[in-house]
């Protein structure tokens, strides 16, 4: 999960509902990786240690150390994903129970961390689809893997099956998840979200 001071990716759209959540009076935890993303490696600040602990305009933050690709390639995004979901795992377990648990997603392997999380504490996870893996992946052909990809495909349907919820960014991406076997019960389309007295045509 992205979060201040990514500004690309998820970290503004988690970083703006954590803080807003915060200041209604809302405990909230963040668990997410040293700021690295559109960078080649961690700021200096944040190396050196496994877990670093901040708070952050009211939100508690668990950053956990991650594996920063030198390129682009399968192998390597595989490693960054890898580090993280395994010392996020451990940082969701560590930091308490709490009342409900937002996985955003991508990448889809966020949905084994939050399991993990869920069966340890028995809190229900929301699961948020901000892209629908693994199609994107495919359509693209950032994975050709025939193998990687129906790994993906079996946490996909796994994920959304142990979720609580699943939230989606549109009616397209609801369709999605319909044909692919998601209760329309368990399905609700929330768009993102923009200041529109900040960001508005000239």
């Not at 490696?41 to 933050?61: Q, T």
């Not at 025939?146 to 790994?151: E, G, K, N, W, Y």
């Not at 939230?167 to 389309?189: A, C, F, H, I, W």
Request: aromatic share 10%; with cysteine; proline share 7%.
């Amino acid at each position: 999960m992205r979060f201040h001071p990514d500004l690309t990716g998820t970290g503004p759209l988690v970083t703006d509902l954590a803080t807003d959540l915060a200041a209604m009076g809302d405990k909230v935890t963040v668990i997410t990786s040293m700021p690295h993303y559109g960078t080649k490696e961690i700021p200096l600040e944040y190396r050196g240690r496994l877990v670093r602990y901040e708070i952050f305009n009211g939100v508690k933050l668990l950053r956990t150390f991650v594996y920063v690709p030198p390129k682009p390639s399968g192998l390597h995004r595989s490693m960054n994903y890898l580090s993280y979901n395994f010392l996020s795992t451990v940082a969701g377990i560590m930091s308490g129970r709490h009342h409900v648990m937002l996985c955003v997603n991508p990448p889809i392997t966020v949905g084994f961390s939050g399991w993990m999380v869920k069966i340890a504490h028995g809190v229900p996870m929301v699961f948020n689809v901000q892209d629908v893996w693994p199609d994107c992946l495919e359509i693209i052909g950032q994975v050709r893997s025939r193998f990687l990809l129906t790994i993906f495909r079996i946490l996909e349907r796994y994920t959304y099956r142990v979720s609580a919820h699943v939230t989606v960014l549109s009616e397209g991406m609801k369709q999605n998840l319909l044909d692919k076997g998601v209760p329309d019960r368990k399905l609700t389309v929330i768009p993102n979200w923009a200041d529109v007295e900040y960001i508005k045509p000239v």
